[in-house]
C-alpha cells in the first residue's frame, strides 16, 4: 500500500534506500518505481514468494516481482532443478524464518548507546557479533519506528532492512557450499527476483 509515492509507502522507500545503497542508476530506480505501481504502460506487477530446498536440505525464499506468473515460476523452479534444488509448496520453509527487521552498526559503534535507544524505540532484541557489530532486531511492524529512532540520536547503521531471519542454520562445506552459492547466485541474477533468503552457513 502506499502507491508510487516514498513518502507515502515505507516499504518503497526502503527499497529506493537500498538501490542506492547499490548504486543503481537514478532513472532505473524511477522506471522501477513506475513499472511497480502500474505507472507505465500494462500490467502492474505482483509480488510472488517462492519456497524451496538447496543443497543438504538448507531452505530458500525467492521473493519476486513479475508481470508474468509464468515466466517466473519456469526460471525459478529450472533454477533449483539444474543447481541442485527442489522448489517447494507455500509454506514449506516459511516456518523455519523470522520477518522481522534488522539494523546492523559496524564494530566502534557504542553498543550502550545503541542498545538503550533501540530497546526505549521498541526494539526485540540487540546482539553483538562475533566481528563486534552490532546488530538490533525489531518485529517488522516496529522497523521503521526503530530505524528513526537511532538514526535521530545520531546512529547511522552500515544495514537497514526488513528481512527473514532463519531460526536455525544448516552447515555447509566443501563442494556443498560451493554449489549452494551457485544456486544462490543463478536465482539471484534472474530478472523478476528481488530478494533472496536462505539458512545455510558456509
Request: glycine residues 8%.
Amino acid at each position: 500500500t502506499g502507491g508510487g509515492d516514498p513518502a507515502m509507502n515505507p516499504r518503497l522507500r526502503l527499497a529506493i534506500d537500498k538501490a542506492k545503497a547499490a548504486n543503481m542508476p537514478a532513472d532505473r530506480i524511477k522506471y522501477n518505481v513506475d513499472k511497480a505501481s502500474g505507472n507505465l504502460e500494462g500490467q502492474a506487477l505482483e509480488e510472488i514468494r517462492y519456497e524451496g530446498y538447496g543443497i543438504g536440505g538448507a531452505a530458500i525464499i525467492v521473493d519476486t516481482m513479475t508481470d508474468n506468473k509464468v515466466r517466473t515460476v519456469a526460471e525459478v523452479r529450472h533454477a533449483f532443478s539444474k543447481y541442485g534444488g527442489n522448489l517447494g509448496t507455500d509454506g514449506s520453509v516459511a516456518f523455519q524464518f523470522k520477518h522481522c527487521g534488522q539494523i546492523i552498526f559496524a564494530p566502534g559503534t557504542s553498543e550502550d548507546k545503541v542498545m538503550e535507544v533501540a530497546l526505549e524505540a521498541g526494539a526485540e532484541d540487540v546482539v553483538t557479533d562475533d566481528d563486534s557489530a552490532i546488530e538490533v532486531l525489531t518485529a517488522y511492524t516496529d522497523f521503521e519506528a526503530v530505524k528513526n529512532a537511532l538514526e535521530a540520536a545520531g546512529l547511522k547503521p552500515e544495514v537497514a532492512e526488513i528481512t527473514m531471519r532463519p531460526e536455525n542454520t544448516i552447515e555447509l562445506t566443501g563442494e556443498d557450499a560451493a554449489r549452494m552459492q551457485k544456486l544462490l547466485d543463478i536465482l539471484e541474477d534472474l530478472d523478476d527476483v528481488q530478494e533472496v533468503f536462505h539458512n545455510a552457513s558456509f
